[in-house]
C-alpha cells in the first residue's frame, strides 16, 4: 500500500513536471473523501501520508468553539470547549481535536477519486506555472504550434503546458491559419484566470512588426539601427520609420535586405501585408514627407499650434497619396503623428494666397499699417498680433525694410490692440446677465447673482458646477458654511433627477 502510492507520487510528479508534495496532498484529499463516504456521516477527515515511507494515518476531527458560542451548526463536526478537552485537554477555541480512526485502503476507488484530485491539482499548478514563467513578459514576441482554431480565435501551445490565445480580432484578416501550423505572435496580457485562456496575444498590433523586423533584420539588435515606430492597417499595408545609427549602414536598404528578402520574409508572416520602409527624420515635415512615399510631395505647410500639415502634391498623384481608402494619409498620419491635409498644388496655393490675403487685411486694419507693411510681416511668418507685440524686438529690426523707429511703434501698436481686446472681453463678461434660475434660487440675492454672472457663473447649473472655494473666491462677504449650503441648493435638483 505505501509503495503503490509512492509509485503514484513519483510517476505523476516525473510526468507531469510538478512538486510531490503537491500530489501527497491531493492523494490526502482523496482518501478522506473516501472515507467520509465509507462511513456514510457528515464527518471531518484528516489523512497524513508519511513523505519517506508512504505510510498513512486516518484521523476524525473536531473544530472546537467556546461554550457560550451560538455558531455550532453540525455537531459532527464541531464540539464545545466542554466537550473537547475530554478528547484533548489542550483544546481551544478556534482549533482541531482529533482521534485516530480505521484508514480506508488505497484501493481502486480511493486511486480513481485520488486521480481526479491530482488531475485538478495538476492543472491548477500547471497553470499557477505558467503565469510565474509569462508574467511580466507582455511585449515579447512568442512562438509556437497551432492547436485548434474555433470561431473565437486561434489556439497555441506554446510548449511547457503553456497555451496562447489569439482573438479574431487580433489576427490578420482572411489569413488561413490551421493546425499545426508554425505562427508567432506579441504577448499582450497575461490573466491568472482559473479556466479559460491566461496568455493574450494579438498578430495587429504595430509592435508586433516592429519585433518581425527585429527578427529579420540583425543590425536592430546589433544597436546599429533602430525602429522608431510603425503603422499598419492589419493584412494590406503597413509603414515602418527606421534610423541608422552609422553613416556606413543604409537603414532602409538594410531592412528591405538583398532583393527585397528581409522586407519580403515579414510580408510573408502577415498574409502578404506590403510594407513601406520610411526613414526617420528629426525634421518633422521632412520625416512627413518621407512618410507619404511612394507618393512625391510637392510642398508642406506647417501648422504647429494646430498640430497638423497641409501636404501638396501634383494632381495626377492625389489617389496616390490620400491611397485606397485614405490608407497611404492615415497611416502617414499615425506614423509621424501630426494631422495630416492632402491636396492638390493648385490648392494649396490658393489656400495660401486666400490666408496671406486674410493676414494682409487682419495686420493692415488692426495695426493701422499699409498693405506693404503688412505683406512684408507676413512674408516673415508673423501670424497674430501676439507674435508682433511680443517677439524680441531684435528680431523685428532683422527685417531689412525695418528700422528702430518702424519696429517700436508697430510693437506698440500691436500691445494696444491687444489691451483694447482685454478690456473689450472684460467689458462683455461684466455687462452679463445672470438667468432667470439663478436668480430665483432660493437664498440668492440679486446683488450676489450679477456679480456671480460678471465672473460667468450665468445659471444654476453653473453655480452647482463649482466648488466651494470657487465661490469663495468670487465672493469674499460670504463664509465657507453659507457658500457650501448655496451650491447644494444649486446641485439639488440633480439628486431629483436620480431619484
Given amino acids: 500500500m505505501s509503495t503503490e502510492i509512492s509509485m503514484v507520487v513519483d510517476a505523476v510528479s516525473n510526468e507531469k513536471g510538478v512538486e510531490k508534495e503537491i500530489i501527497f496532498e491531493a492523494i490526502e484529499a482523496a482518501l478522506a473523501s473516501a472515507t467520509r463516504r465509507k462511513h456514510g456521516e457528515d464527518i471531518e477527515v484528516r489523512v497524513s501520508i508519511d513523505r519517506d515511507s508512504g505510510e498513512y494515518d486516518t484521523f476524525r476531527r473536531w473544530l472546537v ?8 451548526e453540525t455537531p459532527d463536526r464541531e464540539l464545545r470547549m466542554i466537550d473537547a478537552v475530554e478528547v484533548d485537554e489542550t483544546a481551544e477555541p478556534g482549533g482541531y481535536v482529533e482521534i485516530p480512526m480505521e484508514s480506508v485502503k ?3 476507488i480511493a486511486a480513481q477519486m485520488a486521480k481526479q484530485v491530482i488531475v485538478q491539482k495538476v492543472r491548477e499548478a500547471e497553470r499557477e506555472q505558467v503565469i510565474e514563467e509569462f508574467q511580466g513578459r507582455e511585449g515579447e514576441m512568442l512562438s509556437g504550434i497551432v492547436k485548434r482554431v474555433d470561431r473565437n480565435g486561434v489556439y497555441i501551445d506554446l510548449g511547457g503546458n503553456a497555451e496562447g490565445f489569439v482573438s479574431r480580432e487580433q489576427m490578420v484578416p482572411r489569413e488561413p491559419v490551421r493546425p499545426q501550423d508554425r505562427i508567432k505572435a506579441l504577448l499582450t496580457e497575461v490573466r491568472p484566470e482559473i479556466r479559460g485562456p491566461q496568455l493574450f496575444m494579438t498578430r495587429t498590433s504595430p509592435q508586433f ?15 546599429l539601427i533602430d525602429i522608431l515606430g510603425s503603422a499598419r492597417d492589419p493584412g494590406l499595408r503597413a509603414k515602418i520609420a527606421v534610423r541608422s545609427n552609422d553613416n556606413r549602414i543604409d537603414a532602409v536598404g538594410a531592412c528591405v535586405g538583398m532583393r527585397g528578402s528581409r522586407v519580403q520574409a515579414v510580408s510573408n508572416e502577415l498574409a502578404g501585408e506590403r510594407v513601406d520602409i520610411i526613414l526617420w527624420d528629426d525634421n ?20 504647429e499650434d494646430k498640430h497638423s500639415m497641409d501636404v501638396a502634391v501634383e494632381e495626377d498623384k492625389l489617389s496616390q497619396a490620400i491611397g485606397r481608402g485614405g490608407q497611404n494619409i492615415r497611416l502617414a498620419s499615425e506614423l509621424s ?14 489656400k ?71 478690456i473689450v472681453q472684460e467689458e462683455k463678461i461684466d455687462e452679463s446677465e445672470p ?24 445659471t444654476r447649473e453653473d ?33 431629483e433627477e436620480e431619484q
Fill in 65 to 72: 468553539f467556546a461554550d457560550d458560542s451560538t455558531e455550532l
Fill in 106 to 108: 488505497f484501493g481502486r
Fill in 209 to 223: 512588426l516592429i519585433e518581425l523586423f527585429k527578427i529579420e533584420v540583425p543590425e536592430v539588435g546589433q544597436g
Fill in 284 to 303: 518633422s515635415a521632412q520625416f512627413v514627407i518621407n512618410a507619404m512615399s511612394p507618393a512625391e510631395v510637392v510642398s508642406i505647410v506647417v501648422d
Fill in 337 to 350: 503623428g501630426w494631422e495630416l491635409n492632402v491636396m492638390t498644388a493648385q490648392d494649396a496655393e490658393e
Fill in 352 to 422: 495660401s494666397e486666400s490666408e496671406m490675403k486674410a493676414l494682409i487685411g487682419l495686420f493692415s486694419k488692426q495695426l493701422d499699417v499699409d498693405e506693404e507693411v503688412s505683406l512684408i510681416l507676413v512674408q516673415e511668418g508673423f501670424s497674430t498680433i501676439e507674435e508682433v507685440a511680443y517677439v524680441p524686438a531684435s528680431e523685428l529690426i532683422e527685417i531689412e525694410e525695418f528700422d528702430a523707429g518702424i519696429v517700436d511703434e508697430l510693437r506698440s501698436r500691436a500691445r494696444d490692440v491687444l489691451l483694447t481686446q482685454a
Fill in 435 to 458: 438667468a432667470e434660475d439663478l436668480l430665483s434660487l432660493d437664498g440668492m440675492e440679486k446683488s450676489m447673482a450679477f456679480l456671480l454672472a460678471s465672473k460667468g457663473v450665468v
Fill in 463 to 495: 453655480l452647482a458646477e463649482l466648488a466651494t472655494d470657487d465661490l469663495l473666491e468670487i465672493n469674499e462677504e460670504i463664509n465657507q458654511e453659507e457658500a457650501a449650503a448655496l451650491i447644494m441648493r444649486a446641485r439639488a435638483h440633480w439628486f
